[in-house]
């Protein structure tokens, strides 16, 4: 799938870097499916991680009132509490036809007195159909044989609102719905087959309709799985007020493949596919998974048999454009996918998963997460904490010689930018650490201290290849960053003598460093000068 690129993640290092994989800047294809950026073919599919983007979720109690306000919902559970303490129902558990009426009348879909159209009247049958799977009424026969609905033990706690309850119920709801959406958009067009039992093939063609409709609903349910999670990726990077895709957008993001332009025969395709989301995404906004805008239907031209042209020659202005569907997926809709996804085994967290433990547990979750986006758990961590402690936690955890290393501190000096001044005594605690000194200086200068001392030449160049390794591992090597970082270099005209210092540097990434300098650095004699100090580095190892 295509998409958008993440924000503030890195990728895997190279060679002497940590062996763990370090955060990647994944193209959203690479979030469900697609693995180029790990260097892996169609044979290694079966066994590769998926990576899931983490997502800001309201608390469970706010979702669970946002759920109890989805109308169908609404309407179940008020059909569970008028069933008490029983009522008659017919041999399939349905409402008898005298309380259809009453029944659409009590959730306001028809009026108090005078007609109720069948429409309500099917409406509250859904609902009732609706309470009944899950478990909101019990059905049973008196001893009379009278069939007849009681409450259900779930239904009290769900009108209190209870969160685990409500979401359990809300979440059961959205799965019956996506499963009828799927077996609705299977249905064979009226007519298939017809001449193969004209010939008397009654039986083939029996299995022939089956097998076809178990094709349809398995590319159905696939379709509609692969929309579901391009929404769910969308929303996850997408500013507030951003969330709604055009239904057209959707679509090609589902057909045409990354960096291609849509073809004559994929416009078709992406027409095709929005037809095909159109009924099924507006099931789904009936439970408040979504918020949709369905493809207006006066778009299509009956009497010629025309389909809506998805992408014209001409563009669109935003109102007519809107007129090919809209989606949006709802705080409960992100909720739902990310249960289902955790129900397949994906790992989907949640934004500040990592930021509930110490600053160790932060700095290390943040470091080993591919699918993290590290300001926010720093964010999150950082918030209501008293910024002299916290900031003297972060800097502890943020020392040590390991592959992360690199990373951790600059992880940490971000976090001070976050604490504020607050955390100012705290970096001047540290000034004189081999590992920090150099960072916290800088950070102490950039607050505005004018009494920082300048480092030392020792620290000065270890801070240069830590700093530069941490660029190394939280960018993966984007070229066109690492060369304005390379451009900075304080080499003062004597590239010779400053990389014959700097190859000497105890640090465990300083060939690295090195090497990506003469890759990197656009002048040729001081790159060459980069490479000849990174064999020397390598040779001492």
Known sequence: MAGRRRKNTGASTGEGAAEAVLPADLELQDLYGAFAAHGLDDEDLDDAAVLVPPVKLPAERELAEQAKAVPMFGYALALARWSAPHREVDEFGDLVEADRAPAARLLGLAPAEGEVLEEAEVEALRAWSLACDLDLVELGTTAEGEHVAVPGPDLEPAEQGDPETVLELWLTAAGIVRELAVEADSVPEEGAGEAGAEEGEEG?????????????????????????????????????????VPLGVLAALLVVPEGEEPSEELLGDITDVMVALDPMLGDLAELGLLDYRPIDPELFDEEDGEEPGVVGEEPLDEEESARFGLVRLTPLGQYGIRQWLLEDGYDAPLVGDLAKGDAAELLRGVCESANVLPEEELRAWTADREP????????????????????????????????????????????????????????????????????DRAMA????????????????????????????????????????????????????????????????????????????????S
Do not use: C
């Not at 609903?217 to 997408?238: C, M, S």
């Not at 900031?391 to 504020?420: C, I, K, Q, T, W």
């Not at 080499?491 to 990389?499: C, I, K, L």
């Open 204 to 244: 083939e063609e029996d299995e022939d309709a089956l097998s076809e409709v178990e094709e349809a609903r398995d590319e159905a349910a696939e379709l509609l799985d692969e929309a579901l999670q391009v929404l769910y990726e969308t929303t996850a990077f997408a500013e507030p007020g951003n969330e709604t």
């Open 461 to 540: 160049l270890w801070t240069v290849v830590d700093t530069f390794a941490a660029q190394l591992l939280d960018n993966g090597g984007d070229a066109e960053l690492l060369g304005e970082l390379v451009a900075d270099l304080p080499v003062n005209g004597d590239p010779a003598g400053w990389f014959g210092e700097l190859w000497r540097v105890d640090h465990p990434y300083t060939a690295d460093v090195l090497e990506a300098i003469g890759e990197l650095h656009p002048d040729r004699a001081l790159a060459k000068e980069a490479r000849k100090a990174a064999f020397k580095a390598r040779s001492r």
């Open 388 to 455: 002299v402690a916290a900031a003297r936690e972060l800097l502890a955890a943020a020392r040590g010689s390991d592959g992360y290393g690199p990373l951790r501190r600059m992880l940490g000096v971000s976090a001070l930018n976050l604490l504020g001044p607050g955390a100012e005594p705290a970096a001047r605690e540290v000034m004189d650490d081999p590992e920090l000194g150099g960072a916290v200086r800088a950070w102490l200068t950039a607050q505005g201290a004018t009494d920082v001392p300048v480092p």
